[in-house]
């Protein structure tokens, strides 16, 4: 699967012209398919019709040859003698020169034909066609988180503008204002739109800052590696056409003596079929100029004069403080979600190697399929650290190592029976609906659009011993528990994905006395990854963790089940409050076990007969002894599953039943 150069370096941003290419291969296998299925029925009827199938054929090439080898729109002029050097060109016109030169043939060589090639390149056209729509489809998926992040920069901008326009009418409006009563509360209503003027600004910037970064990501890394995976395909795509060549021309020297000799130089045109030179002539003659776009730039607004420079005045730093903490708990757990996401694609890349080496070892297709989808998978996640890491970059190099007490408050959502008034702004929070939000530490309420401008300075954080830590989570993607799944409402949009903020991992021990809203499935949701629960359209489950605004939700189902749904995939009920589910009844204690079970909160598929099997929302109980338990090892526990059998499992995949 190596090329002299690679189209990702040596074809930038072409990925048109590169599947242009693979359609121009796949109907070579077609065209070929339908030279061996007429050849079929003009062998039994022997050789009269030969000659008149050879000139079809030959006249098919000469029409699309061209295309084949060098492509639809070639920069560089070429003859005939350029393509000569086509390696499967020259295997082709071997094999219309076999044809035209064949006057007879047994009725056997046609029945071999029949089920060794023309059903063999049927199978590998189809497979090819669905593969390169998987590329297309990942190229537009890619595309679409791009441009997504070039929109959210665009709506930013104009909320910027919008705040702007605020400002200046509230400071007419100070002006106007006459007796003190009024010049007091236009200042104070002039001082709070500046500052959400400023909040606007910075997010502003931070999303030219993300925009800018994922467009180096899609130019740099994701457009090269999806135009070699094309290359890599082509590659294989082209091998498999020379396989089934021989065979064909296998079975034509063995019931044919007489054609031997013709039949021998096509055998060795075909073997002379080398990929990486045929691509290689392809990027020779299809080599255009690029120049990926300019950086974004801050554009100041047009009402209100402004520079470049993040402000770091005491209410936007506070917000930034809040936002650099979220970013950097959030950047730790993806990371360690993209190393094992990495150590999946590059295990399976040897083993494509190793299959292209040694086809007795397995299926080079299936083992291709795998690392393709692992390798679209770590793109989307790398995608989403890119953003976060240039956000981290962009407020760490504002506040200049100043990131605040680092006391965070532990906020969960509330609803509101009387008024109360908000820590942050001093205005009314009320609403049966979970209108605000309130600090199990200290107890201070907010509301929801203002949690994000309280500073990290929580009392009851300080008296528990500093800063509130998360466990990252280090989850293991193996391809067994990568799913394929495009079951979705037709009304909800196909564009909804995972951002971010959905990797943040909450307390999974949720108290039974703890009330959470009730909410109604609405339609039917199949999981994607580890961090998604499976639902069904009518299913009553609860909200644990609200939408922050990446348009997903954590919910718990009746089962005990717990994960991310997308939020317009439910509908909140009357009953609005309703009780966490109950854990499921422990198993009995078994004779080597502790008598202290946990439950698994990932899927995970043991890797040696050492280890046991997890499957989400299972219980495991721990192990007594020394060395047992939650003693076994760094990262490690070992348990006893429900079916008696006694091994170790990762730590960070379960969680301790009280």
């Given at each position: 699967?190596?090329?002299?150069?690679?189209?990702?370096?040596?074809?930038?941003?072409?990925?048109d012209r590169i599947a242009s290419l693979t359609d121009a291969q796949l109907e070579l296998l077609e065209d070929v398919r339908e030279l061996y299925r007429e050849r079929i029925v003009l062998e039994r009827d022997y050789a009269t019709k030969l000659q008149a199938l050879g000139k079809k054929a030959a006249d098919k090439r000469a029409r699309k040859i061209s295309t084949l080898v060098l492509g639809s729109e070639p920069t560089k002029s070429w003859d005939e003698s350029t393509l000569q050097t086509s390696t499967v060109n020259v295997a082709y016109s071997e094999l219309i020169t076999s044809i035209l030169n064949s006057a007879q043939d047994h009725i056997n060589l046609s029945d071999g034909w029949n089920s060794r090639v023309v059903e063999t390149l049927r199978a590998t056209e189809r497979r090819h066609e669905d593969a390169k729509k998987r590329q297309i489809a990942h190229?537009?998926?890619?595309?679409?988180?791009?441009?997504?992040?070039?929109?959210?920069?665009?709506?930013?901008?104009?909320?910027?503008?919008?705040?702007?326009?605020?400002?200046?009418?509230?400071?007419?409006?100070?002006?106007?204002?006459?007796?003190?009563?009024?010049?007091?509360?236009?200042?104070?209503?002039?001082?709070?739109?500046?500052?959400?003027?400023?909040?606007?600004?910075?997010?502003?910037?931070?999303?030219?800052?993300?925009?800018?970064?994922?467009?180096?990501?899609?130019?740099?890394?994701?457009?090269?590696?999806?135009?070699?995976?094309?290359?890599?395909?082509?590659?294989?795509?082209?091998?498999?056409?020379?396989?089934?060549?021989?065979?064909?021309?296998?079975?034509?020297?063995?019931?044919?003596?007489?054609?031997?000799?013709?039949?021998?130089?096509?055998?060795?045109?075909?073997k002379a079929v080398d990929p990486s030179r045929d691509q290689d002539l392809f990027i020779d003659h299809n080599i255009r100029a690029f120049v990926a776009p300019p950086d974004f730039q801050f554009e100041p607004c047009g009402i209100h004069y402004d520079t470049g420079e993040m402000s770091i005045e005491p209410a936007p730093k506070v917000y930034l403080q809040n936002r650099l903490s979220r970013c950097k708990q959030k950047s730790s757990e993806l990371h360690t979600v993209i190393d094992a996401k990495r150590r999946d694609v590059e295990q399976l890349a040897r083993l494509v190697d190793a299959y292209a080496k040694d086809s007795k070892l397995g299926n080079v297709e299936?083992?291709?399929?795998?690392?393709?989808?692992?390798?679209?998978?770590?793109?989307?996640?790398?995608?989403?650290?890119?953003?976060?890491?240039?956000?981290i970059e962009v407020i760490s190099a504002a506040l200049g190592g100043d990131e605040g007490e680092q006391?965070?408050?532990?906020?969960?959502?509330?609803?509101?029976?009387?008024?109360?008034?908000?820590?942050?702004?001093?205005?009314?929070?009320?609403?049966?609906?979970?209108?605000?939000?309130?600090?199990?530490?200290?107890?201070?309420?907010?509301h929801s659009k203002c949690e994000m401008k309280i500073a990290a300075n929580c009392p009851g954080s300080k008296q528990a011993g500093g800063r509130t830590h998360t466990p990252s989570s280090s989850i293991s993607l193996t391809p067994s528990a990568l799913s394929r799944s495009d079951t979705r409402a037709s009304s909800v949009s196909s564009a909804m994905s995972s951002t971010p903020s959905s990797f943040a991992q909450t307390d999974p021990s949720l108290s039974h006395e703890e009330t959470y809203p009730a909410a109604r499935v609405v339609f039917d949701f199949s999981p994607t990854s580890p961090f998604e629960l499976s639902v069904s359209d009518g299913d009553l489950v609860q909200v644990i963790e609200e939408d922050d605004g990446s348009g997903w939700v954590k919910v718990a189902d009746r089962t005990g089940g717990r994960g991310l749904v997308p939020a317009s995939y439910i509908e909140l009920t009357e009953?609005?409050?309703?009780?966490?589910?109950?854990?499921?009844?422990?198993?009995?204690?078994?004779?080597?076990?502790?008598?202290?079970?946990?439950?698994?909160?990932?899927?995970?598929?043991?890797?040696?007969?050492?280890?046991?099997?997890?499957?989400?929302?299972?219980?495991?109980?721990?192990?007594?002894?020394?060395n047992g338990g939650q003693n076994y090892a760094d990262g490690w526990w070992e348990g006893i599953d429900a079916m008696g059998k006694k091994g170790i499992f990762p730590s960070n995949y379960v969680e301790i039943v009280p």
């Open positions: 699967m190596s090329s002299t150069e690679k189209y990702g370096k040596a074809l930038p941003d072409q990925v190229f537009q998926k890619l595309l679409s988180d791009r441009d997504k992040s070039y929109a959210e920069r665009v709506k930013t901008k104009q909320k910027y503008d919008d705040e702007c326009a605020e400002v200046e009418s509230y400071r007419q409006k100070q002006e106007r204002s006459t007796d003190d009563k009024h010049a007091e509360r236009a200042a104070k209503q002039l001082e709070q739109q500046q500052t959400d003027m400023l909040n606007s600004k910075n997010v502003y910037i931070i999303s030219t800052a993300v925009a800018n970064r994922v467009k180096a990501q899609f130019y740099e890394e994701d457009l090269p590696s999806l135009e070699d995976q094309f290359q890599d395909l082509q590659c294989q795509l082209l091998r498999k056409f020379s396989d089934i060549l021989l065979e064909a021309q296998d079975l034509h020297n063995k019931h044919l003596d007489t054609l031997k000799s013709r039949v021998s130089a096509a055998s060795a045109a075909s299936e083992v291709t399929d795998s690392y393709l989808d692992a390798h679209h998978q770590l793109a989307s996640y790398v995608t989403s650290e890119c953003s976060l890491v240039a956000e006391s965070p408050h532990a906020f969960k959502s509330s609803s509101f029976s009387i008024p109360t008034q908000c820590s942050y702004c001093q205005s009314t929070i009320w609403g049966l609906s979970k209108q605000g939000k309130t600090c199990k530490a200290c107890g201070i309420s907010v009953d609005t409050a309703a009780t966490a589910p109950d854990p499921p009844t422990r198993g009995p204690v078994s004779s080597q076990g502790s008598g202290q079970f946990v439950r698994a909160v990932y899927d995970y598929q043991a890797q040696g007969p050492d280890e046991i099997t997890l499957k989400d929302g299972k219980l495991i109980e721990l192990s007594a002894g020394l």
